[in-house]
C-alpha cells in the first residue's frame, strides 16, 4: 500500500472518532429520535488497461429523524448528502408512516425498502464488504427503496417473517445496467410502472437479524425466498419512438422486470456466512435493442454471492472473503469478482474501519478486461 493510500487511511480514522452521539427523547408513547450514519471512504481503482484513479469521498452521510405523537404508529425520513451533485444537493431515502398495532403484524406506506434480496435488506452499516456484491446492488436488479404499500408479518415465535409490497416503482434506463431506482427521488427519463413483490424468511433457530458478522457466537440460521414483478406503464418512454429506440442502444426504454431470490445465512462461533443467487429477466420496449447487458431486447441476468467472516478477535478483528458473479445474455464472459479484506471494531458496527480488496475479471462481460479496487472505509452509526 503505498503513502497516498495510508495517509488516505489516518484522515478516515480522524473524521470517524470526531462525529456526535445522537439522542432520543420520550414522554410516555410519545418520543423523537435524532440519529445518522457517517461513511467516509478511500477508493483506488487499477484497470489493467489505463491509469490507476483514487478519490476520498463521503459514501454515504446520513442523517434521520424518527417519531411518533400516537401510540402504534410512527415515522421516519432520512436523507443522504454524501451524493450531492450540482444542483442534486440531496437525496430522498427512508419517507414513510408505519401502523404496529395489530399483532404481529404492522403496515408501512411510503418511501421503503422494497423486500428483495437479503443482502440489501441487510443496512450498509452492517456488511461486512466495503461495497455491496451483484446481489445486492440496485444498479443490477435489485429494487432499492420503492414508495408504496407493505405488510410485514411474523409468526408467533418469530421464526417465520413474510412481506408483501405494491409500490410505485422507477428503472433508469441504461444498457449496461439494470438500474432501479425511486418515485422519491424522479428524473425526467425514469421509466414508470407497477410492481409487486413478495419475501419469505425462516429462521430455523429463532430470528437472525439482517446483519452481517458474528458477534454474539450462538447457533443461528436463515433461509429465504423471495419475488417481484415491474411493469412499465408506457408513460415516460422518452427514448422510443414508435416503438424504435432513439438511444443508439445506449439507454433503451425498458418493457418489464421479474426477478426471483434465494438465500441464505449462517452465525455460529465467530463464523459469518451469507450466500445468495437472484435471477432476473429483462425486455426492453424495442426488441431489436443488442448492447450492454441486452441480446436482441431481452436478457437473462443472474447474479450470485458467497461471502464469509471469521472473528479472530472476538467482536474486535474480523477477516472477510468474497466471491461474485453475474452474467448476462449480453455478455461475452462472466463477471466474477473475488474480495478480500478485515474488519476493526471499535464498538461492533456503530464504530468501524473496514478495508476490502476487490479484484474484478472480465468486467461488464468483456474479455479480459480485469481492475482490481481497494477501498477503506471509516463509519460511525450514531
Do not use: C
Not at 405523537?69 to 421516519?76: C, L, Q, R
Not at 451469507?274 to 435471477?279: E, G, I, K
Request: charge should be negative.
Amino acid at each position: 500500500m503505498h503513502k497516498k493510500t495510508l495517509a488516505s487511511a489516518v484522515i478516515l480514522g480522524l473524521a470517524s472518532t470526531s462525529a456526535v452521539a445522537g439522542v432520543t427523547y420520550k414522554d410516555g408513547d410519545k418520543y423523537m429520535k435524532l440519529g445518522g450514519r457517517i461513511q467516509l471512504q478511500y477508493n483506488q481503482a487499477s484497470p489493467d488497461a489505463g491509469p490507476t484513479t483514487d478519490k476520498v469521498f463521503f459514501r454515504r452521510f446520513r442523517p434521520y429523524i424518527e417519531g411518533s405523537t400516537n401510540k402504534d404508529w410512527k415515522g421516519k425520513f432520512q436523507w443522504d448528502m454524501g451524493k450531492a451533485v450540482d444542483d442534486n444537493e440531496i437525496s430522498i431515502k427512508d419517507a414513510y408512516m408505519q401502523y404496529s398495532g395489530a399483532r404481529n403484524m404492522k403496515v408501512t406506506i411510503g418511501n421503503y425498502s422494497f423486500p428483495f434480496s437479503r443482502e440489501f435488506q441487510t443496512s450498509s452499516k452492517y456488511q461486512q464488504l466495503v461495497e455491496r456484491t451483484f446481489v445486492g446492488d440496485s444498479n443490477y436488479g435489485t429494487p432499492d427503496r420503492q414508495t408504496g404499500i407493505y405488510v410485514q408479518g411474523n409468526s408467533e415465535d418469530k421464526r417465520i417473517n413474510w412481506t408483501l409490497a405494491l409500490a410505485d416503482g422507477r428503472v433508469d434506463p441504461d444498457a449496461n445496467k439494470l438500474d432501479f431506482e425511486t418515485a422519491a427521488n424522479d428524473a425526467t427519463d425514469y421509466n414508470q410502472g407497477m410492481m409487486v413483490g413478495a419475501r419469505v424468511d425462516f429462521h430455523p433457530f429463532g430470528k437472525l437479524k439482517m446483519s452481517q458478522g458474528d458477534f454474539k457466537g450462538d447457533t443461528k440460521a436463515t433461509i429465504s425466498l423471495a419475488a417481484f414483478n415491474w411493469n412499465n406503464d408506457n408513460d415516460n418512454n422518452t427514448r422510443t419512438t414508435a416503438g424504435v429506440d432513439t438511444s443508439g442502444g445506449k439507454k433503451p426504454d425498458i418493457d418489464s422486470v421479474t426477478g426471483v431470490e434465494i438465500s441464505g445465512a449462517y452465525r455460529a462461533n465467530g463464523i459469518s456466512i451469507d450466500a445468495q443467487y437472484n435471477v432476473l429477466s429483462a425486455d426492453t420496449v424495442d426488441s431489436t435493442v443488442t448492447r450492454g447487458i441486452y441480446k436482441n431486447g431481452q436478457t437473462d441476468l443472474s447474479n450470485f454471492a458467497l461471502e464469509g467472516g471469521y472473528m479472530v478477535l472476538p467482536s474486535k478483528l474480523e477477516l472477510v472473503a468474497g466471491y461474485s458473479s453475474q452474467d448476462a445474455d449480453g455478455y461475452v464472459e462472466s463477471w466474477n469478482r473475488t474480495e478480500v479484506g478485515a474488519n476493526w471494531f471499535v464498538a461492533k458496527h456503530d464504530i468501524k474501519y473496514q478495508l476490502t480488496y476487490r479484484m474484478n475479471e472480465s468486467e461488464k462481460g468483456v474479455k479480459n478486461s480485469d481492475e482490481d479496487e481497494l477501498f477503506v472505509q471509516a463509519q460511525y452509526v450514531f
